[in-house]
């Protein structure tokens, strides 16, 4: 990992800066993507720019424009000389009951899950194949199981689970493309799943008992990223046993 390039999407905070930081402390630099958290970003660039100097910068865009693709791949280029390695970790989350769904909500969901993988995985893989490198998407497990009145997420998760595979197929030999798919790890940004009650019958359903850790998710790209040289195609359920206690 030591001086390998990684561009991971939405890293400036909660899952993408615990798998920055893992990265980055195994010797990677990093292009940091953030949208709107831009004093997150800043944080942690200086926070681990201080451990090593010029090993961690900043690009901002709103991954819902696809034209902005290919100006991610060459601002990293044109930073570091190279890409070893992607994480596709950005996401939108919310609700789309059945009954009320729009077209907007249709686009930011399936923009930000489905679309901006492919298109970002797409402007990266000639410079991917230069380093035999690899891809990581953040997946769901609710790519396999719906979530309840969650329809448009899951479908775009699900469809992501599908180009995960698909982008391994198109793109072997020169480049791997795994998923991790996670669990219980946070708890979303809304008052939907405050409710302690219902966060409790989620953790029961996990064969652990537990809630995980950002830091789980983070071992499990450092591994399909580092430590996984024949797997492709492949999509890590991290969750503690809650994809087959469902």
């Known amino acids: 990992?030591?001086?390998?390039?990684?561009?991971?999407?939405?890293?400036?905070?909660?899952?993408g800066a615990a798998i920055c930081r893992k990265l980055h402390l195994r010797g990677a630099n990093l292009m940091l993507h953030y949208r709107s958290s831009l004093e997150e970003a800043q944080g942690l660039q200086t926070e681990l720019n201080q451990a090593r100097p010029g090993s961690v910068a900043l690009v901002q865009a709103d991954l819902l424009d696809i034209?902005?693709?290919?100006?991610?791949?060459?601002?990293?280029?044109q930073q570091f000389g190279k890409l070893d390695a992607l994480?596709?970790?950005?996401?939108?989350?919310f609700s789309t009951p059945l009954g009320g769904i729009t077209e907007a909500a249709w686009d930011d969901?399936?923009?930000?899950?489905?679309?901006?993988?492919?298109?970002l995985s797409q402007a990266a893989a000639p410079h991917l194949r230069q380093q035999r490198g690899c891809i990581v998407n953040i997946?769901?497990?609710?790519?396999?199981?719906?979530?309840?009145?969650?329809?448009?997420?899951?479908?775009?998760?699900?469809?992501?689970?599908?180009l995960t595979r698909s982008l391994a197929l198109e793109l072997a030999p020169e480049i791997r493309v795994n998923g991790v798919s996670p669990g219980p790890i946070l708890w979303p940004e809304n008052d939907e799943w405050a409710d302690a009650a219902v966060r409790q019958h989620i953790i029961s359903k996990t064969l652990l008992k537990r809630m995980?850790?950002?830091?789980?998710?983070a071992r499990a790209v450092l591994f399909l990223i580092a430590d996984a040289p024949y797997i492709t195609g492949q999509i890590i359920a991290v969750d503690?046993?809650?994809s087959v206690n469902l």
Do not use: C, W
Request: charged share 20%.
């Open 1 to 15: 990992m030591q001086g390998k390039v990684i561009l991971v999407t939405a890293g400036a905070k909660r899952v």
């Open 67 to 77: 034209t902005q693709m290919p100006r991610l791949v060459d601002t990293t280029i």
């Open 87 to 93: 994480v596709n970790n950005a996401s939108s989350f």
């Open 109 to 119: 969901l399936i923009g930000s899950n489905l679309k901006a993988p492919l298109f």
């Open 139 to 162: 997946v769901d497990i609710h790519a396999e199981r719906p979530l309840k009145n969650y329809i448009i997420y899951s479908s775009a998760k699900g469809g992501l689970a599908s």
């Open 212 to 217: 995980g850790e950002p830091d789980d998710i």
């Open 240 to 242: 503690g046993g809650r």
